[in-house]
């Protein structure tokens, strides 16, 4: 399943209340801040130069996306990030998510179809991932949810250094061989 997480309200263009960054300025700032951290070409000009009013119809486009299968979905969501990110292109455009969706290979009638038809479901869809974003006290991305099989989580939040996943990842695994040879013993 590909995960949403709206960042600006769908009706109001603000951010959620618990957002950390709130005006245009601040994103391209966050933006740059970034690219310098990764090393990844970033071009923050989208928000001073067309600032998206909201990041639902973007959300229920990758979940539109995901009705194709999530190989067409993946591929959707990096040609997004990459028109958004890169090229200053403006992820709450209707015409935007139409041409990425060409791109990326789906069927265009279908995808139309979905956000104009289903659009109820997508929204649907996209209300119930970020319930579950907000029940794993995930309030920002990039994020990161592990799970092992016995239930233990963790939530590693924000860019970080490939050891940090691993270390956790390790953890997770050590806890649940743990508790299986526990529940052996008994």
């Given at each position: 399943?590909?995960?949403?997480?709206?960042?600006?309200?769908?009706?109001?263009?603000?951010?959620?209340?618990?957002?950390?960054?709130?005006?245009?300025?601040?994103?391209?700032?966050?933006?740059?801040?970034?690219?310098?951290?990764?090393?990844?070409?970033?071009?923050?000009?989208?928000?001073?130069?067309?600032?998206?009013?909201?990041?639902?119809?973007?959300?229920?486009a990758?979940?539109a996306?995901?009705?194709?299968?999530?190989t067409?979905?993946?591929?959707?969501?990096?040609?997004?990030?990459?028109?958004?990110?890169?090229?200053r292109?403006?992820?709450?455009?209707?015409?935007?998510?139409?041409?990425?969706?060409h791109?990326?290979?789906?069927?265009?009638d279908?995808?139309?179809?979905?956000?104009?038809y289903?659009?109820?479901?997508?929204?649907?869809?996209?209300?119930?991932?970020?319930?579950?974003?907000?029940?794993?006290?995930?309030?920002?991305?990039?994020?990161?949810?592990?799970?092992?099989?016995?239930?233990?989580?963790?939530?590693?939040?924000?860019?970080?250094?490939?050891?940090?996943?691993?270390?956790?990842?390790?953890?997770?695994?050590?806890e649940?061989?743990?508790?299986?040879?526990?529940?052996?013993?008994?």
């Amino acid at each position: 399943t590909c995960r949403t997480l709206p960042i600006l309200d769908r009706l109001n263009s603000i951010p959620d209340h618990e957002a950390r960054v709130y005006t245009p300025e601040e994103m391209a700032g966050q933006w740059r801040e970034i690219s310098a951290i990764t090393g990844v070409a970033i071009d923050p000009g989208l928000w001073t130069d067309d600032p998206p009013q909201s990041t639902w119809p973007a959300c229920l486009a990758v979940k539109a996306a995901e009705r194709q299968g999530l190989t067409l979905c993946a591929q959707f969501l990096k040609i997004l990030r990459a028109n958004i990110m890169q090229k200053r292109r403006n992820g709450s455009r209707r015409e935007v998510l139409a041409e990425v969706a060409h791109e990326a290979g789906l069927d265009i009638d279908r995808f139309q179809h979905d956000l104009t038809y289903n659009r109820d479901d997508l929204e649907q869809e996209v209300a119930d991932d970020k319930r579950h974003a907000e029940a794993n006290c995930v309030d920002r991305t990039p994020a990161l949810l592990i799970k092992n099989d016995t239930g233990d989580k963790t939530l590693i939040v924000g860019l970080r250094d490939y050891s940090l996943f691993r270390q956790a990842a390790q953890t997770l695994l050590a806890e649940q061989r743990e508790r299986e040879e526990r529940l052996a013993r008994l």
